[in-house]
T-cell receptor
């Protein structure tokens, strides 16, 4: 049957592998970006942020890369675990969220 | 701190009725945001307040929607009259500052208008 609604990109990874989730932005003036994780039935939860004067920022098992030239962000998750399964959003300082990416971790 | 607290968690109402969603931000945060999440449109910013003052309400869908923040510890989002297409999960979030710090989200209110 016909499906209606946003078709979020889905990334399926094997447990233990690294995951890379991408996000493009359009506002050249954006100088602050945030990655959020949303698990089913919960509100988005902060993962990591980055300011535009940086190209890379690392957290625990997560790294965010910022390429201002092509207006692109990526979130890298090392050694992906089943608990990482969620929808991941990027947002800028205007608090507008991207559509999101579904991450599914296979055990 | 208990985090951002929203009430009710679930609300079912009949079309035409008034609905009021409530939010208590994290103590000390001076920015508050209301979002709506649906399968069709994803996560949409409706309005945000800074120091209790509405700064940007361009995301509020229509005049049926209104939001207030009478003090630093409380905000409401009201829909009057409600319509079935308002059915969604409504999130409230707060942050220390409006643009360069992360926002902390509540658990959301799932609204169903029948």
């Amino acid at each position: 049957g016909e499906s209606v609604g946003l078709h979020l990109p889905t990334l399926s990874v094997q447990e233990g592998d690294n995951s890379i989730i991408n996000c493009a932005y359009s506002n050249s003036a954006s100088d602050y970006f945030i990655w959020y994780k949303q698990e089913s039935g919960k509100g988005p939860q902060f993962i990591i942020d980055i300011r535009s004067n940086m190209d890379k920022r690392q957290g625990q098992r997560v790294t965010v890369l910022l390429n201002k030239t092509v207006k692109h962000l990526s979130l890298q998750i090392a050694a992906t675990q089943p608990g990482d399964s969620a929808v991941y959003f990027c947002a800028d300082k205007s608090r507008v969220f991207g559509a999101g990416t579904i991450l599914r971790v296979k055990s | 701190d208990a985090g951002v607290i929203q009430s009710p968690r679930h609300e079912v109402t009949e079309m035409g009725q008034e609905v009021t969603l409530r939010c208590k931000p994290i103590s000390g945060h001076n920015s508050l945001f209301w979002y709506r999440q649906t399968m069709m449109r994803g996560l949409e910013l409706l309005i945000y307040f800074n120091n209790n003052v509405p700064i940007d309400d361009s995301g509020m869908p229509e005049d049926r929607f209104s939001a207030k923040m009478p003090n630093a510890s409380f905000s409401t989002l009201k829909i009057q009259p409600s319509e079935p297409r308002d059915s969604a999960v409504y999130f409230c979030a707060s942050s220390l500052e409006s643009q360069h710090t992360e926002a902390f989200f509540g658990q959301g209110t799932r609204l169903t208008v029948v």
